[in-house]
């Protein structure tokens, strides 16, 4: 018998973003798969697709017995599978795990717009599984060698209290800037890390780009990204802190699209809006003053270049309209 009470509009609305969403990286998962030549990455990849499968299909389910019509997300129109690689060198581990770091976010936000047992135990589900494989990944990228922890510090061995108002401006009569805490360098550094792959990201979807502005697009968010690093890593060395900044991986010489235009404009979609509440979670943390204001221009540039993106998708009718508060 049928008891569930009928889904809400909050959890019927976080349910379509996560359906195409996880639809999105079904597709990404599969492309890695067929060209990887790291056999336990493969092994890793070809278990998460497994499980995050089932996972859609159960999302399927829950929107067709709402007697309600199927996003369209992504399917294999959306995915060549003859393509040759587009990435190399660790990159579909290392992209993997930002996946499964903005999964994590966003279930949290999703489970606190949902009231429902089956759609809560849904995400927890989730929530675990993305718990699960971004320590796997981690994992493997040490034990690999492609990514290196950050940097250890001397550490206090007493407490104190900030006693001095300058504190938060950054600097003191004098000019000279106060050192970086702890917590503003692992935001700082989260920022490389995830900007490099970002780059070359926006480099591989660049080569294999259909449509030509959709490549410029791509191009731009490249260089975009490209900025950010460079000015991040600008503000640790005035600190005295060299950076131990990954590789990001390498883009191969493919130029054959491996996704359709629609799915790698999405996904960019996406990271600029986990990029987005990254800074915004920058400027709330660092309490010096031109860090804030720092985190604060990258954020209205990543939301700048988000709009464009929108636009170029509403353009070319990829972008699939959420439904609307019919009340």
Known sequence: MHNKSKIGASEFGALWVTYHKKTMILRILEHFIQTSDNKKAKQLLTELHEKLNSKVIEMKEIIQNEGT???VAFTSEDINLEAPALFGEGFEIMFSRILKEISLGMY???TILSYRKDII?????????????????TDFLLDEGIIQKPITV???KSNSFVSDKSYIKGSN???DKRPLTVVEFGILYHGIETNVIGMKLMDGFSK????EEVRKYFLKGK????EMIKETEGILLQNDIQPKIPSGGTTTNSNVPPFSDKLMMYCTYLLSNFSIGGEGFGTGFSMRKDLSLKFGIYGKDTYEYMREGVSLMISRGWLEEPPKMDV
Do not use: I, M
């Open 69 to 71: 019509v199927v996003p």
């Open 108 to 110: 949290t936000l999703h």
């Open 121 to 137: 135990k849904l995400y927890r589900d989730l929530s675990d599984l993305s718990q699960t494989y971004f320590a796997k990944f």
């Open 154 to 156: 001397n550490l206090p």
């Open 173 to 175: 009569l004098f000019g």
């Open 208 to 211: 294999c780009a259909k449509d």
């Open 223 to 226: 260089e975009l990204s490209k």
